[in-house]
């Protein structure tokens, strides 16, 4: 067992700005993503084939 003190929180939040920052990260590159496919394919799905 630990020999901490039970039910203290710790000083600083790192890991809950470490999860906001890869969550804004995320969201941006699907953002990036879905705009350049739309500029690159003429679609936001680069995986649907229209035909040719």
């Keep these: 067992m630990s ?3 039970v039910g203290t929180k710790p000083e600083n ?11 804004v990260l995320v969201a941006g590159a699907t953002i990036y993503l879905g ?3 739309q500029q690159l ?3 936001w799905n680069p995986f ?3 035909g040719a």
Aim: hydrophobic residues 45%; negative net charge; glycine residues 8%.
């Design 41 to 43: 394919f003429g679609s």
């Design 48 to 50: 649907s084939f229209t």
């Design 35 to 37: 705009i350049r496919s």
């Design 13 to 23: 939040d790192v890991y809950t700005v470490l999860l906001v920052l890869a969550t």
């Design 3 to 5: 020999e901490g003190p």
